[in-house]
């Protein structure tokens, strides 16, 4: 038997009741609408999407903040309705975007590395102080910032403490939610070598949620394209970025930037308006944004079509003879 | 190919401002010029003082900072002597900015089109029909459907990519000559990213403008620039025509940042990216000196006391290094003087 995913998400849902203002009712909201996704161990999937894709709140139902709808969270095969929360951020841990509020500014950096070991008992508390100089020389931190407080600190540095602090339960799952989009070009690279550096010392499995495709291209085995709460193309980074299926997907390679003085600012043929997710397009969701629209696009939903391990959820792919024609 | 009229001359720019530890430089003499139909890419980490440049262009600085320059020349007009008054005619009429937080810059208590007519009647004419004209036919070139309507939105019914092209018709109000952007897609998905910068080049292509772009990142610079300049701790360390400047960088930091960046197609999965090792420098007090020396490979005894003298690579290309021209193309370290 296959050894189950470090993680997967079966079929989950997650809706939101939002307010349409004083005195009238609510409409429902699908941020994450039926996803179905894997990460097994020791991979890194990447999730890109634009923002109010639904990216955050798929992140949240993984670190068991945020309750699904409907729908079933894995860790290692097993449900996630079977653990308490105490559990979950054992085996799981997120690195948010922003170093510069997601560390308490009243807290040494030491009380903010410790305080998972804290929280989950682990240990003598004698022993803390020696494991928080561990991780601090792991993410390379000198020893002599465990007594500063984060405002002391630059940006990158910041980052390595955040991570320090996810790491320092030793957990199976990191999810990096845009762990780099704060920083410079200079400490993004650091960062990233860190990243990778630790996933091969640890044996982590990554979540890397970004909107920087080229990031996520150097990063990522996997990667999971995201649209209204969709996963709209799921693939093999390498098949991915080579022959990219879903008009949507297409859009987004095309719009990354690459270094080449001699290329110009590209044309996306995107529509400038991201549709309202309280009320989404009828059939496909991306259909008014969509340059190769067809007649039925507008009228019913895609189904996913997988081919070799790479799935497409847009109807010029449904069947081989349409995936043979829209090539 | 003729040489566009230049609009904006600044030469050795300096803003210092005075803290309780000494005097912090954040800008210490830098250069620059743009033509009409130019595009002027300032690049630089946070801290490097690529953003307290342009806001010393508009006046914007802090109050107790001080800026010092030995000419700043915008259409005929020496912005140094400027009062306060004069200033406020020239910010928002014939130089604009469009800022990086589309969020944060737009009054939120008022409606846009509020916002945007007081610009046209501020500097025009005090005529409302015809600023909401102009607002209209504003909004529709940067894209925004159903302009007529939007007038009497508020900002927070407007997604960030709708605000920030209704910032960019406001600055378009009062036909600029010269508009600076201070990162003005770093809040915005790729997307959309991609279509403020398509939309940025045909306007200014249209209403003949010059513009200064300000921003860290390298990929959007090769893609508009025409001319670059890189900033380090407040000075140049590099400048020149955008494809001079990518194809052979001659300053090690140019070198460093151009290896950060992993490149779909060029770097290899789970490969090494190249980094600058080490932080910006303290820019309080008497700084002597190149300020990269403490992150570079290249550092000899000579950078302690090097002057700021640029070497010309030829066609506009210059950078400041204590290495020759010669040494930089090579990638050899300086030969110490005996």
């Keep these: ?327 | 190919m003729t040489k566009p009229e230049t609009i904006l001359d600044v030469q050795n720019l300096k803003v210092d401002i005075p803290v309780s530890a000494g005097v912090l430089h954040p800008v210490r003499g830098i250069s620059f010029s743009v033509g009409r139909r130019e595009t002027l890419c300032i690049v630089g980490e946070s801290g490097c003082g690529k953003s307290l440049t342009s806001f010393s262009l508009m006046g914007l600085l802090p109050k107790k900072a001080i800026r010092t320059t030995d000419k700043m020349d915008f259409l005929g007009t020496d912005l140094s002597t400027l009062s306060e008054r004069e200033m406020a005619e020239i910010r928002g009429g014939s130089m604009a900015m469009i800022f990086q937080e589309p969020m944060t810059s737009l009054n939120p208590s008022y409606t846009i089109g509020n916002q945007l007519e007081e610009v046209y009647m501020r500097h025009i004419e005090r005529n409302r029909k015809a600023a909401r004209d102009r607002a209209v036919y504003l909004l529709e070139k940067v894209g925004i459907t159903a302009a007529r309507s939007r007038l009497n939105q508020y900002p927070h019914q407007l997604s960030g990519g709708l605000r920030q092209r209704v910032m960019i018709a406001m600055a378009l109000m009062c036909g600029p000559d010269l508009i600076i952007a201070d990162e003005p897609t770093t809040a915005l998905d790729v997307t959309i990213q991609a279509q403020i910068l398509h939309l940025l080049a045909e306007l200014q292509e249209e209403f003949d403008m010059g513009m200064i772009l300000i921003t860290h990142d390298l990929g959007i610079v090769a893609r508009v620039a025409d001319k670059v300049q890189v900033m380090y701790a407040g000075k140049t360390v590099e400048e020149g025509p955008c494809i001079d400047v990518f194809d052979n960088p001659l300053h090690p930091y140019t070198q460093g940042l151009l290896r950060c960046i992993p490149v779909p197609g060029k770097t290899r999965r789970g490969q090494r990216l190249g980094s600058v090792p080490g932080i910006v420098p303290n820019l309080v007090g008497d700084l002597q000196g190149c300020m990269f020396r403490n992150r570079c490979e290249y550092a000899g005894a000579a950078c302690e006391t090097m002057g700021h003298q640029a070497t010309q690579a030829g066609g506009g290309h210059a950078f400041t290094c204590t290495r020759t021209l010669d040494e930089a193309r090579r990638g050899l370290r300086a030969v110490e003087a005996a």
């Design chain 1, 1 to 327: 038997m296959r050894e189950p995913a470090a993680l997967e998400t079966v079929d989950v849902t997650c809706t939101f009741q939002v307010s349409q203002g004083f005195m009238k009712g609510k409409k429902p909201l699908r941020a994450v609408n039926g996803v179905s996704l894997k990460i097994p161990k020791g991979q890194v999937v990447g999730l890109v999407g634009e923002s109010g894709c639904g990216k955050s709140t798929l992140a949240n139902i993984l670190l068991g903040l945020q309750k699904p709808t409907a729908g079933d969270v894995l860790y290692n095969g097993q449900n996630s309705a079977t653990f308490n929360r105490r559990d979950v951020a054992r085996r799981i841990q997120p690195i948010f975007q922003d170093p510069y509020s997601s560390l308490n500014p009243t807290k040494t950096i030491k009380s903010i590395i410790s305080l998972p070991l804290k929280i989950h008992e682990v240990g003598d508390p004698s022993e803390w102080d020696k494991k928080v100089y561990e991780m601090l020389d792991i993410v390379g931190l000198p020893k002599r910032v465990a007594n500063s407080y984060p405002s002391q600190m630059s940006g990158g540095q910041r980052q390595r403490v955040a991570i320090a602090r996810a790491l320092i339960m030793r957990p199976e799952v990191v999810i990096c939610d845009e762990p780099t989009s704060a920083l410079d070009v200079s400490v993004q690279s650091q960062i990233l070598n860190l990243l990778q550096d630790l996933k091969t010392e640890l044996g982590l499995t990554y979540l890397l949620i970004s909107h920087n495709l080229a990031v996520v291209e150097h990063m990522a085995d996997r990667v999971a394209v995201m649209y209204l709460g969709r996963i709209v193309e799921e693939a093999e980074a390498d098949s991915l970025f080579r022959s990219p299926r879903h008009p949507y997907t297409r859009a987004l390679l095309d719009s990354v930037l690459t270094p080449d003085p001699r290329l110009g600012v590209p044309d996306t043929h995107l529509g400038a308006v991201f549709p309202n997710p309280i009320d989404p397009p009828s059939g496909c969701s991306f259909h008014p944004r969509c340059a190769q629209c067809i007649p039925i696009c507008s009228d019913d939903k895609p189904s996913p079509f997988v081919d070799a391990g790479h799935l497409t959820e847009c109807h010029l792919y449904e069947t081989e003879d349409q995936r043979v024609a829209a090539q």
